[in-house]
């Protein structure tokens, strides 16, 4: 013996029963990114900060020529690590030797070594992410004075995120 349930299809409403709007979905994007932006910004306040590429190219024209083809050139390769928030992109502040605005050499091999598996915002925050390898600091806060085991916990994520 068989028993069927007659179900009446589900009558649309208008005004009821939507997808929100498009506009509230951008609405509640932005407030989730302007939210990451936040946090990665205090994760990294003691550690340089988050800073604007036009203020950066400022402060690049002091030491390179054609400072703005140069940061672009970083950005579009994905040398440096940036997010784009609202129209401006923003670089960490802690991936430049100081005072000659150099990328550290050690953030460079992360970068690449993390670069194709993850996106842009996931490698600013893979910086401020408390690493097991590195007894639970920041690599942000380890790559000037240990670029070895930062270099080492990027591998061990570029090889665990591969999989």
């Known amino acids: ?10 009558e ?18 932005d407030i989730v990114q302007e939210r990451r932006l936040a ?4 994760a990294l306040a003691r550690h340089g900060g988050l800073v604007p590429a036009d203020q950066l190219c400022c402060l690049l024209r002091m030491h390179w020529d054609q400072p703005l083809s ?3 050139r970083w950005i579009v390769r994905r040398e440096v690590v940036s997010v784009s928030w609202r ?8 991936q430049f ?15 690449v070594a993390l670069r194709q598996v ?17 007894a639970r600091r920041m690599p942000a806060a380890e790559i000037a004075c240990n670029p070895g085991a930062v270099k080492e916990a990027a591998r061990l994520d570029r090889f665990v995120n591969r999989w």
């Open 1 to 10: 013996m068989t028993i069927t349930l007659a179900t009446r299809p589900r």
């Open 12 to 29: 649309f409403a208008p005004g009821r029963d939507r997808w929100p709007s498009e506009r509230a979905l951008q609405a509640t994007w």
């Open 118 to 134: 993850y996106d842009d915002w996931e490698l600013a925050e893979w910086f401020v992410r408390p690493h097991d390898l590195l």
């Open 39 to 42: 946090a990665l910004g205090a």
């Open 97 to 111: 030797e100081r005072p000659s605005l150099d990328i550290r050499p050690a953030v460079s091999e992360v970068i």
């Open 70 to 72: 140069r940061m672009a």
């Open 87 to 94: 129209t401006q992109i923003w670089l960490p502040t802690f």
